[in-house]
């Protein structure tokens, strides 16, 4: 009961609202382990359903007699471990096929990824090429990232709604510029599209944006069913182009439950409740009703950028195109800056993070607001005036700490960077990414202090 109020908590993703009646159904089935499929054959059979709608969803180009390869995770992380894992066997297999070291494999992806790539990089020894984000360009550049592939690369992770901004990835061109490598090398570097947050948008948004199965070197695609498929956290999906791009010796059979079971995940047990309230929003709402819950999205998004930047105070860096959620930073940070915002609105309820981009670009510090189901026109509506009453109180005092310390700090700085007695010159950007790097730290400790 101490905790924040989730649905005033924009820093998330995740489902924070469902029905009365889909609650209640999860309620009633939350004493069910989904492993036990013998017991409860009726659930399997949904998480089967579930992912033949997925696949579909993402023209997956499997015949109608055929069933989807793919299952149910916990939460996209899982997803992509299980994705990764795939790859890394398939390139594996391959290179012992020809007689060629197998003990180097690598990943590229932009430097926006989430930290379950890391993750995943670390956990299974796998090396992750990043591409570096350039300021105004904060989403993975395709030419560079082809680039970086090499023999060793077991696949290239395009991202379908960065976390940053909410921009979707250009997987149609990096599917363009790969198969030509590929044709130039004789290599066959496949593609994972990361569509933890976008998954359940383009297709009812954008139906005319290709970045799913119809490309060819799209062997695997992963969505969070608790993001934007509207299920309370966590659930993920995983699925599989076709059943060779799943290798046969990472499936696991088992008999010990009552039947001989496959599966194919990290744990073993986990809930039954999340895939059966999957499959309720999936019959529940249809294709019309998640394009109305998408669209009001996407358009309490477009209100709210379009309120901040009539205060003329704001820099938008999140595009049209994209998970609705609205990124933007202070045009004038002389006085205080995002972090400072994101303090004082904690104040009226609100969660807003404020964060720096990755390398090349943590000079750049701002506030991000995700739009979900349940964040409507009215609390739009209550977050404006909050936000400006914040503004105004960091305005009424041009002595606030964050100024004061800016100050101290130019003049430390100063002093420090002397040579021969003559100051050292140095660009805004250089002066901005020390401002951003200094705030940062100091915000960390403040997080961190009286934490037993």
């Known amino acids: 009961m101490l905790d924040g109020n989730p649905r005033l908590n924009l820093a998330s993703f995740v489902t924070t ?11 009633s089935s ?24 997925i696949a579909h969803l993402f023209n997956c180009p499997f015949g109608e007699e055929e069933t989807a390869i793919g299952t149910s995770t916990v ?22 096929e020809q007689g060629k070291p197998y003990d180097k494999p690598n990943i590229v992806t932009g430097a926006n990824v989430q930290v ?7 956990y299974f020894e796998v090396e992750l090429k990043e591409v570096k984000l350039t300021e105004g360009y904060y989403v993975m550049d395709p030419v560079k990232a082809v680039e970086m592939v090499d023999e060793n690369t077991i696949c290239v992770a395009a991202i379908l709604g960065s976390t940053l901004t909410g921009e979707f990835e250009d997987v149609k061109l990096l599917n363009e ?28 948004l954008y139906p005319d944006l290709v970045w799913d199965f119809r490309l060819p070197l799209v062997k695997s695609i992963n969505v969070s069913g608790h993001k934007y498929g509207l299920v309370y956290a966590g659930v993920g999906w995983v699925v599989w182009r076709s059943k060779e791009d799943l290798p046969e010796d990472l499936v696991f059979h088992i008999n010990y439950l009552g039947t001989d079971q496959p599966t194919f995940t990290l744990n073993f047990s986990k809930g039954s409740s999340q895939i059966i309230a999957q499959y309720y929003q999936f019959i529940r709402l249809g294709k019309e ?16 950028r379009e309120e901040l930047e009539k205060t003329g105070r704001y820099n938008i860096v999140s595009k049209d195109v994209g998970v609705p959620l609205v990124a933007f930073g202070l045009k004038d940070s002389s006085n205080y800056n995002v972090f400072d915002i994101s303090e004082g609105l ?4 609100w969660i807003v993070p404020a964060y720096t981009m990755p390398p090349n670009a943590e000079h750049i510090a701002v506030l991000r607001v995700v739009i979900r189901e349940d964040f409507s026109r009215s609390l739009a509506e209550r977050l404006l005036p909050d ?26 700085g100063a002093q420090n960077d002397k040579e021969g007695g003559h100051p050292v010159k140095k660009s805004a950007e250089e002066i901005e990414m020390e401002i951003t790097t200094y705030w940062k730290r100091f915000v960390d400790r403040k997080k961190t202090s009286g934490i037993c």
């Open 346 to 349: 904690r104040r009226f309820g």
């Open 387 to 412: 936000l400006e009453k914040v503004i105004k109180e960091l305005d009424s005092f041009p002595s606030h700490g964050t100024s004061k310390a800016v100050q101290v700090k130019a003049a430390e």
């Open 116 to 122: 379950c790539w890391e993750k995943f990089a670390r």
């Open 289 to 304: 009703g998640y394009t109305r819950i998408m669209e009001n999205c996407a358009e309490n998004a477009k209100v709210l």
């Open 75 to 96: 939460g996209s992380s899982e997803a992509i471990m299980l994705a990764g894992l795939a790859f890394k066997r398939k390139w594996q297999q391959k290179r012992k």
């Open 177 to 204: 510029l790969l198969l030509k490598k590929n044709e130039e090398t004789g290599w066959d570097t496949p593609i994972h599209v990361d569509a933890a947050s976008g998954g359940f948008i383009a297709p009812f």
């Open 17 to 27: 609202w469902m029905e009365p009646e889909c609650d209640q159904l999860m309620k």
């Open 30 to 53: 939350i004493n069910k382990n989904y492993v036990d499929m013998d017991e409860y054959p009726v659930t399997t059979e949904l998480q089967n359903r579930c992912v033949n709608m």
